[in-house]
Each structure stands twice: as structure tokens, then as C-alpha cells.
């Protein structure tokens, strides 16, 4: 720690007149570089001039050249975040250091079928305020249903209506969107048909684009709606993506095989299917996902939620604005506190927070998937990582995803080679979503850049202390600018907005 600090001071104290005319360079200095393609690490120096790559190989310090010491550590291309909600709040400091803390240097947003719009005027702002980290954005379908039916939204769309609603997608990818998203678990788009979200992927296909989804539902009828989104990629003509894919009821635990299998069959069949998977046992999100009956009085709904989660005490209230006394509890926690079974429990959360005219809100934690089927999806080579993260969320895979990967996935467990997890957090995505220059280690490339210790790296965040930040992790650099230096936030708002095509908008 003494050698870096010395070098980091070193570097600070260099006049800036001493710098090369015109330029920023810097020299990552004596790492190992893995440099996302999935090749081995090598022993390489990496120069970085104006923002981007340089030069790759054994290299000496220039005259005025900043040197970040990488001596024992890996050098990587920064992590891409394949299903992120940092746009609630977590692309500048304090809210940013979540993401870049973990390695993460880019975010792709508008998921779940929700997004700013229009697009073009959020990506106005982002350009004139400035970002830490790069950012791009799917348009959502709930955000753009909500605009056209407004609250008469719990039935199906009108041809008028889907004809606006298409020319309001088209209106967003010119501004950019990477595709579609949707979240057909969450109002309105649960009441979406499938016909009408093929009708939407039309104008995402026709913009270069691709349709990504929280799929109808992720328990009982999960291959099911997996099916469904392999008919909206074929029928829309358009690649697909499963996003946070998992299997989080007891009724399809320990079928992996057979999501993955639907998944390479689509492909053997011409279409483009992937999917991206944070690394926990457990999701987050409102309590009413538990069960997709939309009658909450319905105690029976609610008994069986429970039972194919495997019990109340799997179900962790992470906020309710009712009675914070409640949070941090299970829900038997809650039964044994007050008498009431756990049905009356989480019907009394629903009613005082989604009741019409309550303006109140509550989470969940809810531990629902087997480590079987997460280690299947972590090891298929067409699945990339992500978070699902949102920064004011009780769920610690907002600070700590890629860190776990790293450690727990790869050091400790050795599901992953360390060149095959970090390709599937860099070029992978990069490729997926279009993104020029960035998800690998090269010269004239955007200089995107993580620097971590492979025998320290490891999450710490929990559900306690969600946003607790992991270790092992010294330096980020979003195009060539260090928003993380030794392990410290420097307040850089380096970022840009990545649009579809591979445009980017420096902000």
C-alpha cells in the first residue's frame, strides 16, 4: 500500500505544464492484463493518451506521464453493467461510486420495461450536467403504454393505440435507445398481449435495435415466458435478451438445463438469444411479484407465494413506509411479533402501500433460487453479468456483483477462469449492445480500464449493510479519466452517453 500511495503521490506532483502537448497521458505500470477476449493474462504495460489506448506492451514512463502502479494486480477493460436502474439517482457521486467501485465504468438503463422520455431530452441533460460513468438506455414499453392509455392501461391495446405507441419507440431509437425493454411482471405492461409487444419490436428492429425483458414471469411459468420471448425476437425479427434470467420458484428450481436448452435451440434456429444474471440467491422488488394474481385478497395466492419460496422466513421487508419497525424483519419475523399469520401480514403491507389513494412504498429481499441453476447460468458462455441494481435498494448486489463474480465465482470456487469472467463482463455486452471501441484492451480503443487485486477481490456489501463497498478494487478509469484512484473517489465526470450504432455523445 505504501509503494502505490508513494506512486499515486509521485504522479500528483508532476506540473501539469510537463505534460505532452495537447495530451493526458498516463501509464498503467507492471499488471497482468486480461484484456476482455478471453485470452490469457499477460504481463503488459498499458499507455493511455487523451482517452484512449495507446499502446499495449513493455513500455517506459514518458517525460510528465501520470504512472498508476499496477504491480500485482490485473489489468481489465471496465466492467459494463448489462441491467442497471442507475439512472434513480447513482450516475454521479455518492450515488455513482456504487457502480464504479465494483469496476463498473458503463450502465445500460431504461430496463424493466420503465425509461426517462423522451430519451433524447434525459440524454441532453446528461451531456450538459456531466456523468461519472458512461450510460445507455433502452426505451421502456411500460413508459411509453403509460403515455398512451394512460390509467385506462389494465386491458388490451386498441390498433390506434399500438400505432402510437410504435411511433413513440421509433421516436426513441432516432434518439438512441438501444431497443426495447419491458417488464411484464409490473403495471402496465402485465397487461400487455404478445402480439402487441411484437408490433413494438417492429421499429426497434427497423432502428438497428434489440427487445430485452423482465419476462412475465420468473417462477412456475418461467420457460414459459421464455418461450414468449423467443417468439417476440423471431416475430419481430429482432435479437432478444432474458434479463436477470433465473428460476425463483420451487416448481422449476433445478431446471437450468432446460432454459438454457430453449436458448440454444432459438440460436441453432437462426435467432439471436442471451441473457444477463446477477450473482445472489435472492431478488429484490415489490412484495405484490410474489404472486402474479392481481386480486390481493386472494389468501390462497399469497399461501401457495409462500410455500414455493420455501416459507415466510425467505422473505425479507427491506422498506415500508408504514411502519419502519417492520423493516429489516422476515415476514415470520413479523407473524411471531404480532400474532397474525403471514398471510394477514403481507396483505396488510400490499393494502397500506397499493391501496388507491396510498402513497406509501415497500420492498423485498426474498430468497428463491437454488445454487445449481445460478451456476449454470453464471457458466454459459452467452450470459453476462449484471446487477439489477438500484441505488436507494436494500439489495447488496447494487455494490457488490461484479466483485463476487471475481471472488467468490472465480477465486474461491473456480466456476469461471479469470480471462472467461471477465469477457463475459467486457467484450460480451460491448458486443451485444453495439458499444464501438470499448469492452476489450486495445489500441485506439476507449480507455475503459479496471485495475484489481485477484487474491483480495470480494464483495462485503450484505442485506444489512447493502451498499458496503468491496475490496480489491484500486483503480477505474472511464475513458481515460480515473474516477477511482487507489481505491479513493476523485470526482471526475468523465462519462458518455453510448448511443445505438456505437454513436457516442461525450458528456
Known sequence: MLRRLLAIAALLLIPAA???????????????????????????????????????????????????????????????????????????????????????????????????????????????????????????????????????????????????????????????????????????????????????????????????????????????????????????????????????????????????????DARRAGLDVTADVYPYLYWQSTITVLTLDRNWDNRDAWSKALQEVGGPEHVLLTAYSADGSWVGKTIAQISAATGKDPVTVIQ???????????????????TAMTEDDLDAFLKDPHIMFCTDGQPSGGHPRKAGSFARILGRYVRERHLLTLPEAVRKATSLPASRFGFANRGLLRAGRWADVVVFD??????????????????????VLVNGVPVLLDDKPTGARPGAVLARLGHVGRL
Not at 498499458?46 to 514518458?62: C, P, Q
Not at 441491467?83 to 439517482?89: I, L, Q
Open 18 to 264: 510537463t505534460l505532452p502537448a495537447g495530451a493526458q497521458s498516463i501509464l498503467i505500470a507492471g499488471g497482468k492484463v486480461v484484456d476482455g477476449s478471453g485470452s490469457a493474462a499477460r504481463r503488459a504495460d498499458v499507455r493511455i493518451v487523451s482517452g484512449r489506448i495507446r499502446e499495449i506492451g513493455r513500455l517506459r514512463r514518458r517525460p510528465g506521464e501520470r504512472v498508476i502502479d499496477a504491480r500485482g494486480m490485473v489489468v481489465a477493460p471496465g466492467f459494463i453493467d448489462a441491467h442497471s436502474h442507475a439512472d434513480e439517482g447513482a450516475l454521479n457521486l455518492p450515488g455513482a461510486a456504487l457502480n464504479f467501485r465494483q469496476g463498473i465504468t458503463t450502465v445500460v438503463v431504461g430496463q424493466d420495461g420503465q425509461s426517462h422520455f423522451p430519451l433524447a431530452g434525459w440524454f441532453r441533460s446528461l451531456r450538459s450536467d456531466g456523468t461519472a460513468i458512461n450510460v445507455a438506455s433502452f426505451a421502456g414499453h411500460g413508459t411509453i403504454r403509460a403515455r398512451v392509455m394512460g390509467t385506462d392501461y389494465k386491458r388490451r391495446a386498441r390498433p390506434d393505440e399500438i400505432r402510437r405507441m410504435q411511433a413513440l419507440v421509433a421516436q426513441e431509437m432516432m434518439a438512441g435507445a438501444l431497443g426495447l425493454s419491458s417488464g411484464l411482471e409490473y403495471d402496465p405492461g402485465y397487461y400487455s398481449s404478445t402480439p402487441e409487444l411484437v408490433a413494438l419490436a417492429g421499429p426497434a428492429s427497423e432502428g438497428g435495435g434489440m427487445y430485452i425483458s423482465h419476462v412475465r414471469d420468473e417462477g412456475d411459468g418461467a420457460l414459459a415466458s421464455f418461450r414468449e420471448l423467443i417468439r417476440i425476437a423471431r416475430e419481430g425479427r429482432l435479437p432478444a435478451q432474458i434479463s436477470h434470467i433465473k428460476l425463483d420458484t420451487s416448481p422449476v428450481w433445478h431446471r437450468a438445463a432446460d432454459a438454457l436448452r430453449l436458448m440454444a
Open 348 to 366: 396488510e403491507i400490499v393494502h397500506r402501500t397499493h391501496d388507491p389513494g396510498r402513497l406509501g412504498f415497500e420492498s423485498v429481499v426474498v
Open 454 to 475: 485477484p487474491s483480495t477481490v470480494i464483495d462485503t456489501s450484505t442485506t444489512q449493510a447493502p451498499a458496503s463497498p468491496p475490496v480489491g478494487i484500486h483503480d
